[in-house]
C-alpha cells in the first residue's frame, strides 16, 4: 500500500510569485485535502477535493486554488505569494463515506522571501 | 476563535510512566475526535480516533478519553517510550460534506530515559 507522497518537499519563492505544490493520494483513497501548517501552530484547512470537485473550503482567500485529477492526486495552487504564506503545506487522503480518518504526507515546505 | 484547544505546549513524563495528553473544544456539532503525532520535518501520523457515540477508545498503549459533557478529551500513553517524544496534535471533525479537521496547537511530549 502506497502512502501519500507530496512535491517537491521544499521550495523557496519570492513575493508576487506563483507556486503549484502536488500531492499523490493513498492508494484507494478518492479524497484529497489540503492544510497550512504554521510554525508553532496546528494544521489549518484549506480546502477538500472529492470526484474533481471543490467540496469544501476553510479561510482562504480565492488565490489558494487547487485541481483534483482522475486518479485522485491533487494540486495546489498559491498566485500573488506573500510572506505569511511561508508554511508547511500538508495534503491529507481519505476514502470518502468509510469515516473520517485523514492520513497525510510529509508537506512541502514553502518558504516565501 | 479556537474551537480547538491544547492548553499545554509542552509535557515531560519519565518512561515507562503514563503519558497525559488533554484536549478541549468549544463546538458542539464535532462528533469524531483523532490524535496525530508529528515528529520533525514529517507529515502527522494518525494514532487513535474515537466517534462521539463512545467515551473510549483504546489501541495498545494508547487510549483516549471522551467526555462530552465538558467537551473534553485526553490521550493516555501506558508505558511511555523514548520514541514517543514528539508533538502530538488532537483534531475534531464534525457534520458537514468536507468533513475538515481543526486542529489544536498541539503538546511537544518528552519521554525521558
Known amino acids: 500500500e502506497t502512502g501519500v507522497t507530496q512535491s517537491p518537499t521544499h521550495l523557496i519563492k519570492t513575493r508576487g510569485q506563483q507556486v503549484t505544490l502536488r500531492c499523490s493520494s493513498q492508494?484507494?483513497?478518492?479524497?484529497v485535502s489540503w492544510y497550512q501548517q504554521a510554525l508553532g501552530q496546528g494544521p489549518q484547512f484549506i480546502f477538500q477535493?472529492?470526484?474533481?470537485?471543490?467540496?469544501g473550503r476553510g479561510n482562504f482567500p480565492p488565490r489558494f486554488s487547487g485541481l483534483q485529477f482522475p486518479n485522485y492526486s491533487s494540486e495546489l495552487n498559491v498566485n500573488a505569494l506573500e510572506l505569511d504564506d511561508s508554511a508547511l503545506y500538508l495534503c491529507?487522503?481519505?476514502?470518502?463515506?468509510?469515516?473520517?480518518?485523514?492520513?497525510f504526507g510529509p508537506g512541502t515546505r514553502l518558504l516565501v522571501l | 476563535d479556537q474551537q480547538v484547544k491544547q492548553n499545554s505546549p509542552s509535557l515531560s513524563v519519565q518512561e515507562g510512566r503514563i503519558s497525559i495528553l488533554n484536549c478541549d473544544y468549544t463546538?458542539?456539532?464535532?462528533?469524531?475526535f483523532l490524535w496525530y503525532k508529528k515528529y520533525p520535518a514529517e507529515g502527522p501520523t494518525f494514532l487513535i480516533s474515537?466517534?462521539?457515540?463512545?467515551d473510549k477508545n483504546e489501541d495498545g498503549r494508547f487510549t483516549v478519553f471522551l467526555n462530552k459533557s465538558a467537551k473534553h478529551l485526553s490521550l493516555h500513553i501506558v508505558p511511555s517510550q523514548p520514541g514517543d517524544s514528539a508533538v502530538y496534535f488532537c483534531?475534531?471533525?464534525?457534520?458537514?460534506?468536507?468533513?475538515?479537521?481543526?486542529f489544536g496547537s498541539g503538546t511537544q511530549l518528552t519521554v525521558l530515559p
Open positions: 491529507a487522503s481519505s476514502l470518502a463515506l468509510e469515516g473520517e480518518t485523514q492520513y
Open positions: 492508494s484507494g483513497h478518492n479524497t
Open positions: 477535493y472529492y470526484r474533481e470537485e471543490e467540496n
Open positions: 463546538n458542539s456539532m464535532f462528533d469524531y
Open positions: 474515537i466517534s462521539s457515540i463512545k
Open positions: 483534531a475534531a471533525s464534525g457534520h458537514g460534506s468536507a468533513r475538515q479537521l481543526t
